[in-house]
Structures are given as structure tokens and as C-alpha cells.
């Protein structure tokens, strides 16, 4: 099905041009700068180090501070010797930033061990995965009808555009806020699909009700946590996710970002940052950073700030903007958490109709919205190190499940979605995305030299997207520093590149 993005890799596999050479044309007002500092060392904090290396060159120093664990979102546990993926797990073939870190690192792909999926209802299996992906593909058209090719029409058409960026950022142009980088790929429609619901895009489309209920709703469930709702770009951007070819890493997805630190030859320093204020002397702005680590406070100047961590709600990142005019603190939007619970133990088949456990032949399943489910998907779960011998274990046996819920499961929980367990793991994601927040996508530039990464979010939340948003932050401030206003916010960029090439 992805046969019709074949002429876009060819596309995307020829000679792409070097850019933001730092030897390129110097700065129209002097020095480089000095000093760069990135607040979070998620994927997103960690690729803009990379990439601000790339295009600033060895000489700038590049600071990166973590309050918690390198990685972030991207994070592990450890159960019975073996780690195991609590938060960001899949990545997408065509998520081509991803591909490069890891070829760059020299980490390797895990493998991916097949297993089947299910949809349950509360009482019943309502879709099931076979062996034969022509009879899956029969059963679905007879379910769903038209639905489900329209989907897979809608999907693709979004994606080959979406897939544009890489071209635009392969050519060095930068866009100043999310809304122009979509715009950029997508034109008005892309907007348009950051602000509707995930739902009315479908069934505007033709997709049936029951469609939407029995495949997308349950998609949305394990993905986000949340309901069709969603606006529609997320949704498509997750759909996406949901077709086959999707990979790993090999010994962990946070890997790539103690990795990118390292090759970005990026200071890791151990902080948490709580203040951020702008500091004129003469002609030079700069950005004095107060921070806490174990054992002390301090504070120090930097040229230019990325914020990559998400800043709005209540929750935020504890960064306060001091002094700056006008004024700004809270930025749009809000939260929901979404627990993550590892269990090493004997999954209770029973629960979805098949008392007899060697009969269940399902690795993940999948929920529709129903109101008394208290768990969003539960999943036989593969350790991030995959030895040639590994086999999933069998439902009769003991084995590592996630399940993902919206609140922390308790005991009775557990007991029912267990026949027994040795062990369980919780991990709290707070805080996490919620959309449909109608008051527009946060800003990525905050003041001058000031970037926010995490916006990007608003139009998906994924590794990739905070990639693509890492490498934009740093060809922005790269252009910005060196006051190249024809790289930034272009238009007509397709046609542009074609007659550039
Ligand atoms: C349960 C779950 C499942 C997911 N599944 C997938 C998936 O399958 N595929 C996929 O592509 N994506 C998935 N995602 C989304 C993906 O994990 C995120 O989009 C991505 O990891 C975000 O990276 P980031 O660097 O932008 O933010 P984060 O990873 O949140 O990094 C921000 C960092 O900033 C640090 N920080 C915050 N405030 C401060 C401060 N004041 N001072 C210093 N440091 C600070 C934090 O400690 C954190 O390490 C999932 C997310 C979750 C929670
Ligand atoms: C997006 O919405 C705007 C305003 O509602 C509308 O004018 C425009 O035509 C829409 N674009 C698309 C492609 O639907
Ligand atoms: C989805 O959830 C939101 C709140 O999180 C709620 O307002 C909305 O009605 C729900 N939509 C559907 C279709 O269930
Ligand atoms: C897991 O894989 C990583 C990456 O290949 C490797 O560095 C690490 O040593 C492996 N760990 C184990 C326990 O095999
Ligand atoms: C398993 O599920 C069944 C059916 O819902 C339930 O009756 C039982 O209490 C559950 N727990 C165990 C330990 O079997």
C-alpha cells in the first residue's frame, strides 16, 4: 500500500545539497554566536543540539540541560533482566530523520516480532487479525465497505505531502511557525485539519460511523488516549502509524538521543531550569538561564535559548519568562496524563472470551470507546534487545504486557485483566498532549533568538515530529543569526526546488 510513495523516494534519494555551511556567507553583522543552550534532552532537544552543530559549525558551545533522564518521553524499565519500551516505542518507515540518526549512530533496527491484533468491545472480540493479510483485507472491505479504501486514500495523499519537509529542509528553508511549515506542505487544508475533529474530516470523507467506531476510535485509544475528537491532522499523522512497516531501535528508542548528544559533542548538563530572561548589553541581546542542580543554583548567558520541552498548562516545564515585554507566561492549551503499566504475568484470556489460553491468538488488542473499559489497549510487549533465539511467549505463559490506561490501575484492575502476576511497573506520563485546543498552535518563535520546539506537537506528537521541528529550530536560528530573510517562510517552495536543482 505504500507503493504509491515509491516516486517520492526516488524524489527524496537524490543528491541532496549541503546547507547551512558555517564557511557559507558570514554573518551580515558580525560574529557567530558564542553560546547555545537547549532546555530538555528529549529526541526533540537532542536533534536540535545535532543540528545546530551541523549548521553553526564546531566553534559554538552547546549546552543541554535535562532535569530527569536523557531520552524524556523516550524511556525504558527493566523487568526480569530485560528493558522494555514505558513510553515512545514505533517508528514509521518514511520517518526519514529517525532513519538518519540511527545510520549516523551506528545502532542497529530490532527486530520486529510479528503478532496479531484485536479489537475488543467490552464483551467481544469485534475485529480480528488473521494470518493472511488478503482474507484481513477481504473482511474489511466486507465490514466497512468503501471506508476503509477512502481511509487508506486519505492517509497516503497526506503523508506524500507531509513528506515534502524533508525536501524543504534538505534545501535549507525554515519556516517561523507551525502554521507556516504546514501551510508550506499542505497549503490552508492542513491548517484546516489542525483545528477540526478527527471524526468530521471522516465522515465528510464518506467513512462509515462504524468504521469510525470499530477501527479509528480503537487506533486513537492506543496512540493518544483520546477520543475522534483529536483534530484530524494528529489522526491522520497516527493512521499512518498504524500501517505496517514500523521499526525500532535495538537496545532502546533513547539511545538516539544520548547518541545525537554525543556526535553534537554537546555539554550535558544536569538541571532543571526555572528562569529565562532577556539581557541587553548595548547592541547585544542575550538570555541569562537560572537553573538548580543538585547541589547548587546558578545562572549563565546565552546567545541563543531552545525550549525543547512542551511549556503550556499547569503543568508545564517550571521554566518562568522573567522580564520580558510584552509579557508572556502561559501559553495555549492543556494536558492529560496517561499511565503506562508493565506486568510480567499470565494474561486472564477469560476477560475476552477465550478461557482457554492457548486458543487466544492475539498479541495486542485494542478497545473501542466503551464507557466501563478502564484500560485503552493491553499488548505483549518485546524487550528492546532481541536475541536470535527470542520467541513471543505464549498466553499461557508468563509474560511482559503493557497495558495503557487513562488512570493508574487498581489491584481489582489488575486482577481482572490477570490471572496472577510477579511483578507490576507504573509509569505516569504527565504531561502529555491534549488537543483540540481551538485557540491556535503555540509559537516557535518566542523573541528573538528565543525558540519553542514543542508546538510542533499540536500538529503531532511523535519522534518524527519533533525531528522535523529540531531541524527547522536550528536552520531558523541559523537564518535568523545570519539575517537570511529569503531562507525563511518562502512560498511556492515545490516549484522553487525544482528550478533550484
Ligand atoms: C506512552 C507514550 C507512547 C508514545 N508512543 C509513541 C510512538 O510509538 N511513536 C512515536 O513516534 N511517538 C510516541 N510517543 C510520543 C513521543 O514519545 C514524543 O513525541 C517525543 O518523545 C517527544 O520528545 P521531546 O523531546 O519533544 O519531548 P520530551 O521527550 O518530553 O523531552 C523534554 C525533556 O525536557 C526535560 N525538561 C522539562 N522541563 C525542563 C526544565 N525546566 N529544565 C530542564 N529540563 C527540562 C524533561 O525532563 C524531558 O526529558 C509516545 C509518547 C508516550 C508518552
Ligand atoms: C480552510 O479554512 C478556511 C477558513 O474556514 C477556508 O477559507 C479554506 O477554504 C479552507 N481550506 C481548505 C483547503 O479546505
Ligand atoms: C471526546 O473527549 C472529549 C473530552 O476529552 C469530549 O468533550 C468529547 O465529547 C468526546 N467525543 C466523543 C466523540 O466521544
Ligand atoms: C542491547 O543493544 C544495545 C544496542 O545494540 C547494546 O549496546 C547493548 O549492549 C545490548 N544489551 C544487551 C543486554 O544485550
Ligand atoms: C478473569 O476474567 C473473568 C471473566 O471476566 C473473571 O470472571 C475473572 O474473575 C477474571 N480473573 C481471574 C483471576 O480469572
Known sequence: ???????????????????????????????????IAVVGAG???????????????????????EKGEVGGRLATVTVNHNDYESGGSIIHSLNLHMQEFVKQLGLKYRRSIAGKTAVFNGKEMILEETDWYLLDLFRLWWR???SFIRLQMW?????????RI????????????????????????????TRRPLSDSLLELGVSQRFIDEVIAPVMRVNYRQNVSIPAFIGAVSLAGAQNNLWAVEGGNKLVCSGLLKIANANLRQAQVNAISPVQSGEALQYQLSFTTAARTGSELYDIVVLATPLQGSVGSGVQFQGFSPPFNQLPGNYHSTVATIVHGYLNTSFFGFPDPRLFPFASILTTETPDLFFNSVASVCPVNISTGFRRKQPQEAGVYKVFSPQPLDKSQLKTLFRSY??????????????????????????????YLNGIEWAGSAMEMSSVAAKNIALLAYHRWNRQTDMVDQRDLMHRIKTEL
Open 144 to 146: 466497512y465497505g468503501i
Open 155 to 163: 492517509v497516503e495523499e497526506i503523508m506524500e505531502k507531509f513528506m
Open 43 to 65: 529526541i526533540g532537544g537532542s536533534a536540535t543540539a545535532h543540528f545546530l552543530r551541523q549548521h553553526f559549525g564546531p566553534e559554538v558551545q552547546v549546552d543541554v540541560f
Open 166 to 193: 524533508y525536501k524543504y529542509q534538505a534545501h535549507g528553508y525554515a519556516f517561523s511557525s507551525v502554521e507556516e511549515l504546514l501551510d508550506s506542505l499542505g497549503g490552508s487544508g492542513f491548517i484546516n485539519m
Open 1 to 35: 500500500m505504500d507503493r504509491s510513495l515509491l516516486p517520492l523516494f526516488a524524489v527524496l534519494l537524490s543528491p541532496w545539497t549541503a546547507v547551512g555551511d558555517p564557511e557559507g556567507p558570514a554573518p551580515v553583522d558580525g560574529a557567530p554566536p558564542s553560546k
Open 422 to 451: 510477579y511483578s507490576v511497573q507504573v509509569t505516569e506520563w504527565q504531561p502529555y498532549s491534549h488537543y483540540g485546543s481551538s485557540q491556535g498552535l503555540p509559537p516557535v518563535e518566542l523573541h528573538s533568538n528565543l525558540y
